[in-house]
């Protein structure tokens, strides 16, 4: 007698294929059946921060000037920054409210995980975070902070700094334990801030997840890829 086990060969399939649907719809894309089944094996999962655990809509919350206005820190750090796409960039637009006159600007350089360099009215403009200032020699306020730090000098003077302030995704806490619930045995967040703000302002929202903090991307990579090959945080 010959027979054919069709509903076991036909369900195997189906059931990759009604996986990857059902997470299609919530805006997750599968390459295959091959990455379900390694999710089904996952032990850790690693965060990015901006956009992901958080809203990414940052605001301007202090402005600190060193031998200018606020309004002329304001002004440059909104111009320097106004060819980047990154939330903070956008955040200090907003704040500035004014329109940005490209004809001042030239001579934009960004730098992964440091800042903006730029020339704004003949100025050579610096604006980022710490590794930034160190990079170009530059002494900064060193003072305790809460929140994301931008930093701004011109023509190698430092004239300041300004705080900008992100908030959690109201289902990032529920999103952690619910993974922790589906034996996700480590969380880790990756983020460029300053764990200390984390700590005061956040943690208990976020009170099943680990840091890494002062991260710009190639340090993320890096963290990542380690995590990846020891399988362990």
Known sequence: MVSCPCALVISIPLSFFGGIGGASKKGVLVKGSNYLEAL??????????????????????????????KEELLELTAHAESYSNHPISFSLRRAYSKEIDNGRISDVEE??????I????????????????????????KGELIGTIVHVAVNNKYIGYIVIADEV????????KELKAAN?????????????YWFKKLLKSLV??????NCCQQTKLK??????FRKKI
């Open 118 to 141: 730029a020339t704004v009215d003949g100025k050579k403009v610096m604006v980022g975070n710490i590794k930034l200032m160190k990079m170009m020699d530059i002494p900064y306020f």
């Open 169 to 176: 995704k109201e289902d990032s806490a529920q999103a952690i």
């Open 111 to 116: 730098i992964s995980g440091h800042g903006v």
């Open 40 to 69: 089904a094996e996952t032990e850790i999962v690693v965060f990015d921060k901006t956009g992901t655990l958080t809203k990414g809509v940052f605001n301007v919350q202090e402005i600190h000037p060193e031998g200018v206005s």
């Open 208 to 213: 099943l997840i680990r840091f890494m903090q």
């Open 184 to 196: 996700i045995k480590q969380t880790v967040m990756l983020t460029g801030d300053n764990k200390k």
């Open 223 to 228: 963290k990542t890829r380690r995590i990846i």
